[in-house]
């Protein structure tokens, strides 16, 4: 161990309280961003689950006449992005909302006539789903003029992208007040330790140390409280995923899509921003303080 890590560990065993509070701060900054983080990584998942198995339900006009639904399917199937055009029936349609109603089915059994359209479900090829083409295609399916109207879930999809991009914003927001805060508070740890440790420094400059040689046990601290910081914070995140996790349905997450912790790389990420961290408020306070 070198006389500049043994100088930074006593640092810190010596000024325990101010090294304690440095560090739960980042641990607190770090826990926040990374739980934004977190749910940025599983909307994105969810949303992509989403895109893999959408369906473009194309309801048709009531005055379409039968012998032009293959004419129609052809069209439809022919159009780039589209694996295959399934057409049902209004007969077919109110017999499927029977079974899924089952016990309240009795209540469609008065109607005088069927309220359901002819419709077809159209899926879409795995490599055209994007957002963009999911949009082109409906727009080219409802310009046909037997189509009444087009349905691909633009509505609550639109809702949730706003939501999804608040939640972006308070989190950019958040991470960055966040930040700030644990930056003031490393540079007010190592501005007290150095005062603490002003007439060793000024002896130090006196017989001709470098400054890089007085600096390097404070950047060392600086990146040992980042460090640990970082650690708590996901290790805090850690738990609360386990707790969240376990108390969501299976069927919803093995079904739909897998909730999943930060992959490696943003967890390595995460770990050598909060060092980051650490060193730049240490960076900030040892600048102002070699000045004065």
């Not at 006449?65 to 992005?81: F, R, S």
């Not at 600086?222 to 995923?241: D, K, M």
Request: proline residues 3%; aromatic residues 12%; hydrophobic residues 50%.
């Amino acid at each position: 161990m070198t006389p500049s890590v043994k100088r930074a560990i006593q640092d810190i065993r010596q000024n325990r309280f101010l090294n304690a509070v440095t560090i739960i701060t980042i641990a607190l900054s770090i826990l926040i961003v990374s739980a934004f983080a977190l749910f940025f990584i599983n909307t994105n998942d969810l949303m992509n689950a989403w895109k893999r198995g959408i369906r473009i339900m194309a309801y048709l006009k009531p005055e379409t006449p039968q012998a032009e639904i293959p004419e129609l399917k052809k069209k439809i199937q022919n159009m780039y992005g589209v694996s295959e055009a399934r057409f049902i029936s209004k007969e077919d349609a109110l017999n499927g909302l029977k079974t899924h109603m089952k016990r309240q089915s009795s209540l469609l059994d008065n109607l005088r006539e069927n309220p359901l359209p002819d419709t077809f479900e159209i899926l879409m090829i795995a490599s055209s789903q994007s957002w963009e083409r999911v949009e082109m295609l409906a727009a080219d399916i409802e310009k046909l003029s037997q189509v009444a109207e087009v349905e691909y879930g633009q509505r609550w999809l639109e809702r949730f992208t706003n939501i999804f991009n608040l939640f972006r914003l308070a989190g950019y927001a958040l991470g960055a007040l966040f930040f700030m805060a644990a930056i003031f508070f490393v540079a007010n740890t190592i501005r007290l330790v150095l005062y603490s440790r002003r007439e060793e420094v000024e002896i130090m400059r006196l017989v001709g140390a470098a400054d890089s040689f007085i600096k390097m046990p404070f950047y060392i601290e600086g990146l040992i409280q980042g460090a640990l910081g970082g650690i708590i914070g996901l290790a805090a995140l850690f738990v609360i995923f386990l707790f969240v996790s376990s108390n969501v349905p299976q069927d919803f997450s093995t079904g739909f899509f897998h909730i999943r912790f930060l992959p490696l790389p943003v967890f390595v990420a995460v770990i050598f921003s909060s060092m980051f961290v650490g060193w730049l408020g240490c960076y900030l306070s040892l600048k102002q303080y070699l000045k004065s």
